[in-house]
């Protein structure tokens, strides 16, 4: 046997809650998709991740909408929590249509969302699908209220302690 047959494949971690819901291609399902993010979030018991995951969803399902969309072909907004990260998936038909983050010039109207998705998530990134493409952030989950949540630290009133 060689070393590559002999590796033990890790076990995928255990799915605690999922939620997945498609939407039409417009700008009020976006508002909606974002809504149902946080109240699904702060109901699986992570209410310190719940505006994090409003906004990727925000800004992803926006991307979705904006370059992504097909007449008359839904997007998908996919949440999946385990025991150690919560992770926001948007589905949409475009897979030639490939995210990049770019730098904006200090008066461009758009072209901020990957940017803001990169610095909030601990890990992004884009699938294949056989039609279209999912676009993925992910926040890890921390226990306790000294644990940093997202790529910066949270501090807890005036003395940096929890409170």
């Known amino acids: 046997m060689s070393a590559a047959q002999e590796t033990p494949v890790p076990a995928p971690t255990p799915l605690l809650r999922e939620d997945h819901v498609d ?4 700008a009020h399902s976006v508002v909606l998709s974002r809504h149902r993010a946080a109240r699904l979030v702060l109901q699986w018991g992570h209410p310190a991740l719940a505006g994090d995951a409003a906004l990727l969803v925000s800004e992803l399902a926006t991307n979705a909408l904006l370059h992504g969309a097909i007449r008359g072909r839904l997007f998908r907004v996919h949440l999946t929590l385990t025991a150690s990260a919560l992770r926001i998936a ?3 038909p475009r897979g030639e249509r490939l995210p990049s983050i770019r730098r904006p010039d200090a008066d461009d109207c758009y072209g901020r969302g990957l940017l803001i998705v990169a610095q909030l998530a601990d ?4 699938e294949p699908r056989t039609v279209g493409k999912t676009v993925f952030a992910e926040l890890a989950v921390r226990c306790g209220p000294d644990m940093p ?3 910066y630290a949270v501090t807890y009133g ?5 409170t």
Not at 23 to 26: D, K, N, Q, V, W
Not at 123 to 126: E, K, P, S
Not at 158 to 162: E, L
């Open 23 to 26: 939407y039409t291609p417009t």
């Open 158 to 162: 005036p003395t940096g302690k929890s």
């Open 149 to 151: 949540v997202g790529p």
């Open 123 to 126: 890990d992004w990134g884009v």
């Open 90 to 92: 948007v589905s949409d």
